[in-house]
């Protein structure tokens, strides 16, 4: 078995995938990642046997990464604001002049085994990647570190109306990209 | 005063939908919810793909935190 460091170090770049995917910086998810691989080196008695050495390196990542997004508060919820970001993806949704579903959406099925495949968890990191920056970090800090709504509304100073906003926009967008790129095609052919 | 003060559109109930991810809804709203979706063939569908959604991001959670020995 290899030296604790060396295993340690082995599993950078799992863990910045998922400092990527939720901070949405390069510089901070390396700074993340580097403050979580020093921490678990600095106190290797804290690693249980129980838990796996992935599994705990995630737990100590989870920590560090809610330091940076507290630390750079405003920062993190500051999109773009390109056009294309404001835009509500409601409305790319087909519904009629009077509200109505003018198409009713598509039957996804029951997909319960193909939604924990590898290949469905690349198309879902690639779609939650995709979706621009603040919406992304927020969504992921509903879905990832499992913060709630009121709690990162706190460590953010965000009101909660823009949080639902933001919310609201990442998650439509996840369905659509997944709709096109995952869905459509498991689809039978109409 | 509206006629109908618990009629919601299908856009309407689709935003509903979403915001139930992330918030409690209102009495009124769960309320207009229900009645919404009783009556409409379309606005279940969206219900099951968001459900879809919920349940894929709890894989993904789990395949995320805690990854077994894949590499």
Redesign the interface.
Known sequence: MPPFDQQVASHRD?LMR?ARLQLRNEAWAEDAVSETLLAALSKPQSFGSRS?L??WL??ILKHKVIDALRHHGREVCVGGDSQDEQVDP?DH?A?AP????AT?????GN??QD??S?Q??AV??ACASQLPASQGRLFLM???L?LS?EDICKELGLT?TN??VQ??RA??R??EC??LNWFAESRPAR | MMPFPLKR????V??LL??R???ELPPVERVALRLHMAMC???P??E???L??R???K???Q?????????
């Open positions: 799992y998922f796996q992935k599994t995630v737990g409601l949704m519904f009077d509200g109505h579903f009713a959406p598509s039957d996804w997909p319960e939604l924990s590898r469905f968890m879902l990191e509903r879905e990832w499992e709504s909660s949080l639902y919310l609201h998650r439509l996840l369905r997944l709709e | 559109t299908c856009k309407e689709s935003a979403i915001a991810e992330d918030r063939q379309a606005c569908r969206f099951r793909q968001v879809t959604l349940n894929a991001m894989n993904w959670r395949y995320a935190n805690d990854p077994g020995d894949e590499r």
